[in-house]
């Protein structure tokens, strides 16, 4: 059974940096694509990055690109997401995925395992 489990999350003023970990049992990240996502209140979830298991080429969502950075560790299995410059805009439950089926990097349904999500808030 695949677990994740993120970490990192917290309050942080504006122009800040948070630094989120991902951490996967029953599957390792040198086998399937690690991916952020992440949902505001009201909103609808949305792609952040990726990290492609093949070549570890990533991906951004424009709105965060230049200010966030997707990375892997495939001997302590985990993705992390550095993120710095924070806005208030930023704020949203982010959430850790694998087990990419196929398709789009940035559609939430292509991803078959998700971790809990960890709260990420940025005052102005």
């Known amino acids: 059974q695949v677990q994740l489990v993120e970490s990192g999350g917290g309050l942080v003023q504006a122009g800040g940096s948070l630094r989120l970990s991902c951490a996967a049992s029953?599957?390792?990240?040198?086998?399937?694509?690690g991916a952020w996502f992440r949902q505001a209140p009201g909103k609808e979830r949305e792609f952040v990055a990726a990290?492609?298991?093949?070549?570890?080429?990533?991906y951004y969502a424009d709105s965060v690109k230049g200010r966030f950075t997707i990375s892997r560790d495939l001997a302590k299995n985990t993705v992390s997401l550095h993120m710095n410059s924070l806005k208030p805009e930023d704020t949203a439950v982010y959430y850790c995925?694998?087990?990419?089926?196929?398709?789009?990097?940035?559609?939430?349904?292509?991803?078959?395992?998700w971790g809990q999500g960890t709260q990420v808030t940025v005052s102005s």
């Open positions: 990290i492609i298991r093949t070549d570890g080429r990533t």
């Open positions: 995925a694998t087990g990419y089926n196929g398709g789009s990097y940035s559609w939430s349904r292509n991803y078959d395992h």
């Open positions: 029953g599957r390792t990240f040198s086998s399937s694509t």
